[in-house]
């Protein structure tokens, strides 16, 4: 290779590394990774600046619940409040869907909105799930829209607005599947007296700047029914599943253990285990959902003790 052409080599080979290598250790540190395993956004809201221009842009936000309300619905006063019929940032009805139909605002319409109204959970590389509760139903309930967001930099980015109904005290998570991140709802129903609980988790998934609800999973359930095996007795049946996040899908290993509970008559044999089952399925995700490989568990053990 003569020295001119090498000459030019290697000046194209420094022009590529330029355009094409690594940022500098500067960029690395700084910056948020904006797009990591997160969809494009489809709301955005400017933020006042906080800092240099350069920290600001590498900054993951906290912003008051309220403000979050402003990215959902652009045209939200805090002196009107909401209605029934207010547009979220994507142009949808905030309210219609299926799973709020039956809901009431406790406080009528227009409603003011504060930050007791609102539930907002963190997650990973400063993601946010932020849930507004603004109706109640007749089993105590309540429900709203659902976001998964983010505040970064000089703006709050919305990825997808959804709706969900459930316990106040429900919390949201996000979790791994491959290249998708999840949103996991996790629920606790109980009884009246509070000694039957129910726990379960409610998986969605994030697609086309909608949240999709994608399948629900009891963690946590018990039971007790008359036993059809032991005359005058009572069976209960508890269960508990343990989640394990794979590129393709969930792995649930769900465990039933049955007894006998106690009873006061000094002639039947009670308060004693019976059996305990385990079984393994699978949660694999296909497209906009979470497909079961098998029946749960506590369909197929239940009632035959």
């Known amino acids: 290779m003569t020295k001119h052409r090498l000459a030019a080599f290697l000046g194209v080979v420094t022009a590529a590394s330029g355009l094409f290598g690594c940022p500098g ?17 489809v709301c955005r809201m400017k933020l006042p600046a906080v800092g240099s221009p350069e920290r600001a842009r590498a900054r993951v936000r906290d912003i008051d619940p309220e403000q979050w309300v402003e990215v ?5 006063d805090d002196e009107k409040g909401i209605d029934p019929t207010s547009l ?14 039956g809901g009431a605002s406790a406080r009528g319409w227009p409603r003011q909105l504060d930050a007791d109204d609102l539930t907002v959970n963190s997650g990973p590389q400063g993601m946010r799930i932020v849930w507004l509760r603004a109706l109640k139903f007749e089993n105590g309930d309540e429900g ?24 106040a005290d429900a919390e949201f998570s996000t979790a791994r599947v491959g290249n998708e991140n999840i949103i996991v709802g996790e629920t606790k129903d109980c009884t009246p007296e509070g000694d039957l609980c129910r726990k379960r988790a409610h998986f969605m998934l994030p697609r086309r700047g909608r949240i999709v609800g994608a399948a629900v999973v009891d963690t946590e359930r018990t039971q007790i029914i008359p036993s059809t095996t032991e005359r005058g007795l009572f069976a209960e049946y508890k269960l508990s599943t343990d989640l394990t996040y794979k590129p393709d899908g969930i792995l649930l290993l769900e465990q039933v253990s049955v007894r006998i509970t106690k009873t006061e008559v000094p002639s039947l044999d009670s308060e004693r285990d019976l059996r305990t089952v385990e079984f393994q399925r699978f949660l694999r995700l296909e497209r906009d959902t979470l497909f079961s490989t098998n029946e749960p568990l506590w369909e197929r053990v239940v009632g035959r003790d």
Do not use: H, M
């Open 144 to 167: 709203g829209p659902l976001v998964l967001g983010r505040a970064y930099g000089d703006a709050a980015e919305i990825y997808a607005v959804g709706s969900f109904r459930g316990p």
């Open 25 to 41: 250790a500067v960029n690395q540190d700084t910056q948020v990774p904006a797009r990591y395993v997160t969809p494009v956004s």
């Open 88 to 101: 979220d940032c994507t142009g949808n009805y905030v309210f219609a869907n299926e799973s709020l139909r």
């Open 72 to 76: 959902l619905i652009p045209n939200y």
